[in-house]
């Protein structure tokens, strides 16, 4: 079974410009999380969807941040325009359904740098 | 709000031997379920072990088991014969039922010396 698949794995912008972070998550999974892990933090959930309907985005920075799941399936995650704080690893993941019993599986993740 | 707070930072073992993580957390729901998750070096995360609240029983994974005192709203990890490929950031992380986020602590490092 191929895992949680995200793209590209490094990225170094400049402040002020604008990012796009992709996410294929494994096949079958309704639910999609992107999580936000600054260096030395544990991951903090940013917007959790439920096939292409967000669940959840209560700690997602809607000024700048936006995200989406086209067909319930891929989903992308922008930032503009792009801060220093938005330095950090973007983690996604996905689990068969919502609820207790779902493992969520993480990505490998993408290192963004804002410079 | 949930917190979860792992108050060590850095851990490290001999390989072969045992170590143990803190995990306590603070809420005041009463159904909630308790997770660790290794994420090694490569970065990808993954889960060791799940705890649910309503279990007294303490949960086993293999070398990997916890101590859960409600009461005191502690959740331990202990590693059991050290293997060089536990080193990772372990995470401590806690998820209530009704809308199933998980709240993550800072994490602590785990270093196994041959």
């Known amino acids: 079974e191929a895992g949680v698949a995200q793209s590209p794995r490094y990225k170094i912008i400049e402040k002020r410009q604008s990012v796009a972070f992709w996410c294929n998550p494994i096949?079958?999974?309704?639910?999609l999380y992107w999580y936000q892990q600054i260096l030395g933090q544990g991951p903090k959930l940013l917007i959790q969807?439920?096939?292409?309907?967000?669940?959840?985005d209560s700690q997602l920075p809607k000024d700048r941040f936006s995200a989406e799941r086209l067909k319930g399936v891929d989903s992308t995650l922008k930032i503009q325009p792009a801060k220093l704080e938005d330095s950090a690893v973007y983690l996604c993941?996905?689990?068969?359904?919502?609820?207790?019993?779902?493992?969520?599986?993480f990505g490998p993740g993408t290192r963004l740098t804002v410079t | 709000a949930q917190t979860v707070t792992q108050s060590q930072p850095e851990m490290s073992v001999q390989e072969a031997e045992t170590v143990t993580l803190s995990c306590t957390y603070d809420?005041?729901?009463?159904?909630?379920?308790l997770f660790w998750y290794k994420q090694p070096p490569s970065r990808q995360m993954i889960l060791v072990i799940r705890q649910e609240a309503y279990k007294q029983q303490n949960a086993t994974e293999n070398r990997f088991s916890v101590n859960f005192q409600k009461a005191a709203k502690s959740f331990s990890l202990k590693i059991s014969d050290s293997q060089l490929g536990d080193t990772a950031m372990y995470f401590c992380?806690?998820?209530?039922?009704?809308?199933?986020?998980?709240?993550f602590g800072a994490g602590t490092t785990v270093t196994v010396r041959a």
């Open positions: 096949s079958g999974h309704a639910t």
């Open positions: 993941a996905s689990s068969l359904d919502r609820g207790t019993l779902y493992e969520q599986y």
């Open positions: 809420t005041s729901e009463n159904n909630y379920y």
């Open positions: 992380a806690f998820m209530r039922a009704p809308d199933y986020k998980l709240s």
């Open positions: 969807f439920q096939n292409n309907g967000v669940v959840d």
